[in-house]
């Protein structure tokens, strides 16, 4: 599965960004997806995961009820909407996908894409 992340981009505080993540491979609509997020210096830190149906879902509490993902399997793509941006949202955002949920939550994923910045202005 190859993953590429896209839709960063600079924002003020308070605005809203949509990231997507796109999916190509054969299997790609039958693997969990993730974001993550990192700050140069800093851990990668998870961010939300969805499970291949989009039935499930999970959060960090750091953006919980403010972002959300969400994934059309006929499109390959799984988006993070993320609204009420705040300056520490600033950080290089990474797609993952596996095919276990637990995996991708862990931070395990087999599958990484490469990163979109997100730039959160105060």
């Known amino acids: 599965v190859q993953l590429q992340a896209f839709g960063g981009g600079l924002v003020q505080a308070g605005g809203s960004l949509r990231l997507s993540c796109a999916a190509s491979g054969r299997s790609a609509s039958s693997h969990s997806v993730g974001w993550f997020r990192q700050v140069p210096g800093k851990e990668r830190e998870f961010v939300a995961v969805i499970s291949r149906s989009g039935g499930t879902t999970y959060y960090a509490d750091s953006v919980k009820g403010r972002f959300t993902i969400s994934r059309d399997n006929l499109k390959n793509t799984v988006y993070l909407q993320m609204n009420s941006l705040k300056p520490e949202d600033t950080a290089v955002y990474y797609c993952?996908?596996?095919?276990?949920?637990?995996?991708?939550?862990?931070?395990?994923?087999?599958?990484w894409g490469q990163g979109t910045l997100v730039t959160v202005s105060s």
């Open positions: 993952a996908a596996d095919v276990s949920y637990i995996d991708v939550k862990s931070g395990g994923a087999d599958y």
